[in-house]
């Protein structure tokens, strides 16, 4: 928990305002977004101004709320959201783009709506196609949220503030949420998801075999390795630099790989093309 970041935020006449927007102490007429609690702007010399509950109440949520509503603002105000590149790291030694960055003008945008089984802190929405935000100030995506994302197939990018300076303001906060993409990441694409499985799909699952002291695959397309006329790879010195290794299992399943040597560069390349 970043215990420098004050809150910057606070609700005013049911608009969020900013502290610079605001009168010094209880006369701001401000109240936490997340309790309804009146706060005093505290706007003196020594510490950056910033947002106070005005009786310590038990608060927790006040800075994830804020920053949620304060994300959705600038976002909505602006009209756009920039997308980060989607990287094609499906295969293990080949990458390139899927998609360069660009730059979404969605049509709706919701605060906190449920979205199957869980909630989003914001949905942006395009030809009723959904793109879920997650802003991390304090809580990253845990390994539970991820499941069900996954589980609801619906792509969604992290938007990371938890860095971000003291002192605030809806200028800096659009800078970092809407045009910035150096803090963010694609928690899952569905594309990029659906050409994986495609690949994977057309990819031979193949056993590897410990022999003595190596690590064998048998049927090498390549092939890289001959002994006494069969074909095989070395899987640790061969398969895992190679650029037809399509990689693990999503099962656990242990001791397998997945190769695609056997397909031709162009039917692979469709493929991808399918991004
Ligand atoms: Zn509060």
Not at 42 to 48: D, L, P, S, Y
Request: net charge positive.
């Amino acid at each position: 928990m970043p215990t420098e970041l004050k809150l910057p935020f606070g609700m005013k006449d049911g608009k969020l305002v900013q502290i610079s927007e605001v009168e010094r102490g209880l006369k701001c007429g401000c109240q936490c977004p997340a309790c309804n609690h009146p706060l005093v702007a505290r706007k003196g010399n020594k510490t950056v101004h910033h947002f106070a509950h005005y009786q310590n109440a038990n608060c927790e949520h006040a800075l994830e709320t804020s920053f949620h509503l304060a994300a959705k603002k600038v976002i909505e105000e602006t009209g756009y959201f920039v997308l980060p590149e989607v990287v094609n790291d499906i295969f293990y030694s080949r990458q390139n783009i899927f998609a360069p960055t660009s730059k979404l003008y969605f049509d709706n945008i919701y605060l906190e709506k449920r979205y199957d089984d869980f909630v989003p802190d914001i949905i942006l929405e395009k030809d009723n196609k959904q793109l879920c935000i997650e802003i991390y100030v304090t809580h990253k995506i845990d390994e539970s949220k991820k499941e069900k994302i996954v589980k609801s197939n619906i792509s969604t990018i992290e938007v990371d503030l938890s860095k971000i300076e003291r002192g605030l303001d809806f200028n800096h906060l659009r800078e970092k949420v809407v045009d910035s993409i150096a803090n963010k990441n694609w928690i899952y694409n569905k594309k990029r998801e659906k050409v994986r499985k495609q690949i994977l799909s057309n990819s031979i699952k193949r056993k590897i075999i410990s022999r003595k002291l190596m690590q064998h695959v048998d049927d090498c397309p390549l092939p890289a390795r001959i002994w006494q006329g069969k074909a095989y790879a070395n899987f640790f010195d061969d398969c895992l630099g190679c650029e037809f290794f399509t990689g693990g299992d999503d099962s656990g399943e242990k001791d397998i790989m997945y190769c695609i040597g056997h397909k031709k560069e162009e039917e692979i390349q469709k493929l991808l093309r399918q991004f």
